[in-house]
């Protein structure tokens, strides 16, 4: 019987529409979770579906591009998503254009803050230049960080993960750094988190407050932007 279910088993871990259910069933279980704390910055659904799914594959012993030949799908959907946030976007075209001059002055110095500031701080620790050109674009959409990050003869995998970990910190810091501050503006929330921590950080602002959505999603983009032509004049300037 034991033997059986093995051979069941590996035939199944095969299939991508394995890999496809798993990765969706548990972000459905983590939402419901994050739904249940009332949003808790602590229980971002994100975070918790990596390292569930990330333990599963441990102990299964399933490779990652096994893994992938189904999660893929979902990853597929995330240009449909990006573009889906333009809706959002015109239903509150007359706020944006009210606060566009706010909004690029705190891009152009959210942008060089974000970059200036990993850089500088790998340096001061000494790690490898690789590394640090790696680390350089980890605020902006994996797709063009990766993008930056080969430009710059970096490690693309390495940048991903920064990416990615930048992401959910900053998902998980916004809110309460937010009221500790005591900024009530949603748009300057949201564009604050868009800038800082891309994709993950604005599906937490929509958690939020749709405005923070919004500006969230416009910062994400413009940031995409304003970095691919920052990152490589500053590290020349910042590493020689």
């Known amino acids: 019987m034991s033997e059986n279910s093995f051979s069941l088993w590996v ?17 459905a279980v983590a939402d419901t979770l994050s739904l249940a704390t009332h949003r808790h910055p602590l ?3 994100v975070l918790h579906s990596i390292w569930i ?13 096994t893994f992938f030949a189904g999660a893929q799908f979902v990853h597929f959907l995330l240009g449909p998503a990006t573009v889906a946030l333009a809706v959002p976007l015109y239903d509150n075209r007359k706020r944006v254009v009210a606060a ?15 970059i200036v500031s990993v850089v500088l701080f790998a340096k001061a620790l000494g790690l490898p230049h690789a590394i640090i050109l790696s680390l350089a674009p980890k605020s902006v959409t994996a797709g063009v960080a990766m993008g930056i990050s080969e430009s710059l003869h ?18 998980i810091v916004v809110t309460p750094l937010m009221n500790w501050a005591a900024i009530t503006d ?3 929330r949201g564009f604050a988190v868009g800038i800082a921590a891309h994709g993950i950080g604005t599906a937490r602002a929509f ?6 959505g919004v500006f969230s999603g416009i910062a994400m983009g413009l940031n995409a932007l304003v970095t691919s032509l920052l990152v490589p004049l500053a590290v020349t300037l910042l590493l020689g």
């Open 11 to 27: 035939y199944l871990s095969q299939s991508p529409l394995l890999w496809l259910t798993v990765t969706l069933s548990t972000y």
């Open 43 to 45: 229980a971002n659904p």
């Open 53 to 65: 799914i990330g333990a599963f594959l441990l102990i299964t012993g399933t490779s990652y591009n």
């Open 100 to 114: 566009i001059v706010p909004m690029l002055v705190s891009l152009v110095a959210g942008s060089i803050t974000a």
């Open 154 to 171: 970096a490690d693309p995998s390495l940048t991903a993960v920064s990416v990615v970990l930048t992401g959910i910190m900053g998902a």
């Open 186 to 188: 949603f748009r300057a």
């Open 207 to 212: 958690q939020v407050d749709e405005v923070a």
